[in-house]
């Protein structure tokens, strides 16, 4: 899909080109909402972080310098990421653990979409903030600098944060599996 | 090191961060080398989990927000050689509006006046050029948040319009648009007081 997106119809973004515009939302909604989604609690948040990053998207284009799809894809993952952190911090999510309530027996039938379910549980079960950072730094591919930046925390809270929740990823997912 | 590697340890190895004194350990214990691979292939299971889609289409919404705002500053730049001149009777006409939103608070307001105080403020503001001014971080955010709250605001009265709304419910928008142009009128006054229009 992001294949599509060429230099010239970021151009013609860049030029407030509304159906360039609404190519790049085309394009990229999905990638948002999915970052949105893994670091907010809700989907009502991740919608609100999705519907933020593109106003400011649509806002901000013109000053964008960066040319080609590749540099696009990383200042739109840097502005959904910094709506949907600072959600997380304003919002005083749960710093405490929330069971998740397993009654995903179906899933258990494949071992494979099982694997699956079970892994988004178990990050769904993480504390807030420890989920955006293992989402952040292990499939954003953010630093923990970066992350600290971003939550406005130090990069030792940001690695022991990740330090934490891969334990807990490990327990959960070992009882999982027994 | 005897002792195996800590889980902060064991991610800065599977980053490529680790001390030397920990890759060795990995390099040499069985288990801690299994401990790394295991936090690779919990990363890939990650990376590997399915896309979401929003429940709902957001790009009407955001299309309209554009539109306005793309809009306002097409009208705003042709203002620009006004600025100065005009920067202090906007302020004049600023506190003229502000009072008279305090009135509009006292009394249930009407359509009209609503749209017309609006307009007021769109044309103080166009007066004001902010465009051409460097902002602080914090301004520049501020500004951000209530040029979304505008550009929201007009994409629900569009819709009002479109759908035939009551009149409380268009009177409501009007409101929160005046409000809304109210703050980020000040924001640029107090901006212009700050570097002596």
Known sequence: MLAALDDLAIQRAKAGDLDALERIY???????YTLARRICRTAEDAEDVLQETFFEVCRSIGSFRGSGPGSLTAWIKRVA??????????EKYRETDELFEDGDAVARRDPDVALTLDLEQALARLPDRSRAVVWMHDVEGYTHEDIAEMMGMTVSFSKSQLARAHARLKTWLGEEHR | MTQHCTMEDLLAVRDGEGTGVARRHVDQ?????AEVDRLHQVAAALRALPVQRPPRDRWPEIRVAAGARRRRRWIATGW???AAAAGLAAILGIRAVRSSGGQMAAQPASLDSLVAASQQLEEALRTLDPTSRVLSGRAASTIAELEDGIALVDAQLGEAQRGRASREELLGLWQQRVQLMNQLVNVHVTRAAYVGL
């Open chain 2, 80 to 82: 620009i050689s006004l």
């Open chain 1, 26 to 32: 085309r394009a990229y909604e999905g990638t948002v």
């Open chain 1, 81 to 90: 990421s910094s709506k949907a952190l600072m959600r997380v911090r304003r």
């Open chain 2, 29 to 33: 214990c069985p288990a801690c080398r």
